[in-house]
Every structure is written in C-alpha cells, then in structure tokens.
C-alpha cells in the first residue's frame, strides 16, 4: 500500500472518500467507459480531450503539493505518481528512457526552448509505459457485455487513457517549471502535449505508452486556440 491509499479516509457516515481535502469517487471501470461508447462515435474523441484537461488542470495542485514535499526532487516524483497511480487503480505505471535525473530536470526547459518549432522527431521528454489501464479493461468489458467489439472502426483507432495522459501532462507541466534558487519550481510550466501513442485498447497487447513532447509552436503560449492533451492514436 502507498503513500495515498494509506491517506484515503472512507467516512461511512457523511458518504465520503477522501484525501485531505480532495473527494474521491469510486466508479466502476466499465462504467464508465460504457458512457464514452454509448457516445456518437465523433464525440469521442472530443470527451476524451476534456477529461485529459480536466485531469490535467484539477491534478495539477496535488502534482505541485507532492513535488514542494519532495523538495522538488523530480525523479522521486516520478516515483511518488507510480505507486500514488497504483493505489488509485490506475494501471502499473514504468516512466521509461530516464536519463539521470539532474541531466532531465536541466533539460527539460532547455530542450523545450531548443525543439520549439522542430518536429514531432525530436525525442519525447518523458516516457510512460502503463501495463493494465483501468480504461483499457472497462473499454474492452464493455465490448463483452453487449457481445461485440464496441465497433470496428473506432476499436482500430482510438486512444481510451485520457485520464492518464492528463495526470502525466500535469506531472511533466510541474517538472518543466524553471527551478528557484531554494529547488521550489517557480515561472510558468512550459508549453508541453502528451500523446498516447500506444494503446492497448486499439493496437492491442497490455501496454498502453505515452510521450511528453514540446508543444508545436502554434500552441505556445500568446497563441492558443484550443489545448487538446490527449491526442490518441489516430
Ligand atoms: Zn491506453
């Protein structure tokens, strides 16, 4: 058991789980998957992109909290989301192509300023690979119950982790803040999008892998028409 399931209070009596002061909510895995397929297949994706935002914008205070109590040690981060993932239910995370993590936490700025405007070749910034996404199985259970795949076509295209892909922006959003003097992250996180570039759901296996890039230039900031974090296979 981690840090955060050891923290989970479950108030019988007001009805509640929570950490702290953030409520938590227990829902069946296929449960909720079954609302994304019972949406329009043209809709998906756009759901999708919103809760990898919502993820992304409401995680990103206890990504901070977590980091500010780490002493802004990234690479203990890392392995605070891998286990507080776990605790959650949210798969068996493994952030993969780590160099050292004083060469990253250097980098990550740096190289955000220096691949601005490259393409999509330049090496991701961060790697997750997540063995068994909760969102993988419900959207597969889901498929099952009603005796089908949930459809050919959008089972041959469509990235369903979007929630993981939004903790892992907020994640790297934290890490890409420029470093204080006292190691606390001050400034604006720099311009970043996570793709899921993998995912078992529609390419198959049991691993679903996720990358941290740059943000092309057009969603740098002073020009952002619309975020969209989770950007699936397409
Ligand atoms: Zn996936």
């Known amino acids: 058991m981690g840090a955060l399931a050891g923290r989970l209070v479950f108030d019988e009596a007001c009805g509640e789980v929570r950490d702290g002061p953030r409520r ?11 609302a994304l397929a019972r949406l329009p297949m043209q809709v998906r994706g756009d759901m999708l992109a919103a809760l990898a935002d919502s993820v992304r914008d409401n995680g990103a205070d206890s990504v901070r909290a977590y980091l500010a109590q780490l002493g802004g040690d990234g690479d203990a981060l890392l392995s605070a989301m891998t286990v507080a993932a776990a605790d959650l239910g949210w798969g068996a995370w493994r952030f993969t192509g780590q ?6 936490e250097a980098a990550i700025p740096a190289s955000l300023r220096q691949h601005a405007g490259q393409d999509d070749s330049a090496a991701p ?4 690979a997540v063995r068994n996404s909760p969102f993988v ?13 949930v459809d050919p076509e ?10 993981i892909a939004g903790m892992l922006a907020a994640v790297a959003d934290a890490l890409s803040r ?4 006292g190691g606390e992250r001050v400034g604006a996180a720099a ?3 996570v793709v899921e570039s993998h995912c078992a759901a529609s390419h198959g296996g049991e691993e679903c892998r996720f ?3 740059a943000a092309p230039p057009a969603l740098q900031p002073g020009f952002r028409p619309q975020r969209r974090t989770h950007r699936g296979a397409e």
């Open 24 to 34: 938590y909510l227990l829902m069946r895995a296929d449960v909720l998957m079954g």
């Open 99 to 104: 160099e050292s993590v004083a060469h990253r």
């Open 125 to 128: 910034l961060l790697s997750l």
């Open 137 to 149: 199985a419900g959207w597969r259970a889901e498929g099952h119950v009603q005796g089908r795949r």
């Open 154 to 163: 959008s089972a041959s295209t469509l990235a369903v982790c979007a929630p």
């Open 178 to 181: 420029e470093t204080g003097a």
């Open 191 to 193: 311009s970043i999008e």
């Open 211 to 213: 990358e941290v890039r």
